[in-house]
């Protein structure tokens, strides 16, 4: 069986200073335990973040509202796309965050012909967005995790 790549959305970020955190999931449907690779805060007030990888973590932790499935990978495919998230520096400069962190890698891994074609061009024009309104955009590719 197939593993999915997710963009998974935690908190509404229905308040502009406080978005929503992105990371990513790789889950092998229909098993509710996936690796989340995303960027955690260190220093909320300066926007430094440093790569966390999580692994086989429940799909459902934490606050994370849904899923936004972008790809169906081989294992091949998974240890690769694993290798490139990795390896996206994380923001240190005080201005980017977790939503650009994705933007920046989900480019790596269109190059990489990981995801299709346009997948970081839709994902651009829903930073800042709150989770609502990503769940409306990303349509029948959402998996609700919670309801809000």
């Not at 965050?97 to 995801?115: G, K, M, P, R, Y």
């Amino acid at each position: 069986m197939a593993y999915k790549l997710s963009v998974e959305v935690f908190g509404d970020g229905e308040n502009p200073d406080d978005p929503s955190h992105w990371g990513f999931t790789i889950n092998k449907p229909p098993n509710p335990y996936g690796d989340l690779l995303h960027v955690r805060t260190l220093d909320a007030k300066g926007m430094f973040f440093q790569f966390e990888p999580r692994l086989r973590t429940r799909l459902n932790t934490q606050q994370a509202l849904g899923l936004c499935v972008i790809s169906t990978l081989t294992d091949q495919q998974r240890q690769r796309a694993t290798q490139i998230v990795a390896n996206e520096e994380a923001p240190k400069d005080g201005k980017r965050n977790c939503q650009d962190w994705v933007l920046s890698t989900l480019i790596a891994l269109e190059i990489e012909e990981l995801v299709p074609p346009g997948t970081s061009e839709f994902w651009k024009e829903m930073i800042g967005k709150p989770a609502r309104h990503v769940r409306g955009a990303v349509g029948t590719n959402w998996i609700a995790l919670r309801k809000f």
